[in-house]
Each structure stands twice: as C-alpha cells, then as structure tokens.
C-alpha cells in the first residue's frame, strides 16, 4: 500500500483517501487495512478510499471502498463527497461542473458547489429484496423477532444494503444493543447498515446508524439516504429531507419512484500524511 495519504471527513465520517490513479487494480490486504483502521496505533478511520482510471468510460474517475475491519463497501454517501472535493482541489474537476464517478456498485453524478460543499445523485433507491439483499418477499416493512425484541424495519438498496428502524428516540439504550444484533442478521445475507430514525417533523430526521464493517459511526452517507427514501415511501417525509447525525446534517432531495436522490453536504480536509 502506498505511504501517502490523505484524511478527510463528511461530518465526522471519516476516511484515508489514496491516490491509485497512476496504480491502479490493486487488491488491498484486509489485515493491513484493519490496521491502517485502527484509532490507537493506526491513521483511524472509518473507511479506505482509493481513487483510480475509471473503467466505465463515461466515467471521470473509480473509487474503491473497504471498510475499516477490510471488508469491500459498494458505496459510501459521504466518501464520494470527500472523492470530489479531493479532485476539485487537485484540479481535475471543476467547480459547479456536474461529473460521473464510478464507484464500485456503478456510476455517479457528482457536482462540486464550493470548496467544502458538494451535492451527489445517488441514484435511484432501491427497494427490491433480492437486490438489498434481504431474504424477505417485498413487502413496506419487515418484522423479526431479536433475542424477544421485535423490530419493525424499512430496507433498501443505495448501492449497499439498508434497514431503517423508525423510534421513539435515538438515544434509547436499547438501541445501542439492536443495531450490532440487526447487521449481521441472517435476514440480510451479506450483512447491512442499520438506521435508527427519529422523526422530528415532515422535513428532518435525526439517525444513528451501525455499519457493517465500521461499527457506529458518527455519520454515514447511504444510511442517511435509505433513511429519507423510506420515509418518504411510509407517507413518513416529504421531497425534501434533513437528516441530522451526530457528526452534523446532511440534505436529501427525493422525488419519489422513477427519481434519483440527491444528497448535498460538506466535505473537510484534515491532514496530509504517509506511514
């Protein structure tokens, strides 16, 4: 893996962004990855990030994903935000200027509106199961039984697997001990991002969400996403929704089935380094 690097964050997400466009197709190693990861004796992160030569040729630029403990990602919210603003700086796009990324779950439009703040088409929601995945017929809401707890849950697709739990309260202890339970549940045979939502009012959410791969994180992306698109199908929001996480606010602009998502937030610069 190269020495170089660069740490970013979307509120509080965060990540080490690589530059692999001139060495491109290589296969990270999980463990150096994990490592890489880890907040003690590592560069911490939630996510790795490398940017490469696109393969689709309608595309500017690839980035990869892997989570913290290795593992690929097909798609990261906030990353890509963080992708854009590391390209916009670097001078290979330009400002207010819409660009095709492909990520690893296939191409998105990307549009840099300042030096810190960029809006993404996320595509289209997602709601089939056997695209999540989730082992379930179709149905609005899904309910299992967790160790006696019964969870009522939305799921969908934003390029990588989502179940969204509405609450009472997001601080709710029992919180705390249903997200790492609902991740790893075999409903979900590869594992998903689960959103606890609180609904605020018909335009704001407040979300916490436990990722597969990266634990709670104080922001994530696609769960924001998968939060205002499950909303809005359960008559729950609007078009337009702001979803508050503990690392700031993100904004979701859906029109509803046959639209894509767009997500308008922040992305942040910390330090360049190299190990």
């Known amino acids: ?8 964050h979307g509120i509080g997400n965060d990540f080490a962004i690589v530059d692999w466009r001139d060495d491109a197709g290589r296969v990270p190693d999980a463990a150096r990855i994990a490592a890489l990861a880890d907040r003690q004796t590592g560069i911490g992160f939630d996510q790795l990030i490398s940017i490469e030569p696109a393969r ?8 990869g994903i892997w989570n913290a403990d290795g593992s690929p990602s097909g ?3 906030n990353g890509v935000r963080c992708v854009a603003a590391w390209l916009y700086r670097d001078g290979a796009i330009e400002r207010d ?10 191409p998105v439009t990307v549009r840099v509106l300042g030096a810190d703040m960029v809006t993404v088409d996320m595509g289209e929601p997602d709601f089939t199961p056997a695209h999540i995945p989730l082992d379930r017929p ?7 039984d967790v160790d006696g707890d019964e969870a009522t849950f939305g799921a969908v697709s934003m390029g990588n697997p989502h179940g969204v739990i509405f609450v009472d309260d997001v601080a709710d202890p029992r919180v705390d001990q249903l997200g790492p339970k609902l991740t790893r549940h075999p409903v979900f045979p590869e594992g998903a991002n689960i959103g606890f939502a609180q609904r605020l009012g018909p335009d704001r959410l407040r979300l916490r969400v436990h990722e597969r791969g ?11 996403c998968a939060a205002a698109a ?8 609007g078009d337009t929704v702001h979803v508050e996480l503990p690392g700031g606010t993100l904004t979701m602009a859906w029109e509803g089935p046959g639209h894509t998502l767009w997500m308008t937030g922040p992305a942040a610069f910390v330090f360049e380094g190299e190990v």
């Open 1 to 8: 893996m190269p020495s170089r690097f660069t740490k970013m």
């Open 56 to 63: 689709d040729p309608s595309c500017a630029f690839y980035y």
């Open 230 to 237: 499950v909303a809005r199908v359960l008559g729950l929001a």
């Open 97 to 106: 200027v819409p660009v095709r990324l492909e990520s690893p779950s296939g």
């Open 75 to 77: 798609q990261c919210g």
């Open 214 to 224: 990266s634990g709670w994180t104080r922001a994530c992306g696609t769960g924001a």
């Open 138 to 144: 179709a149905h609005s809401t899904y309910t299992l």
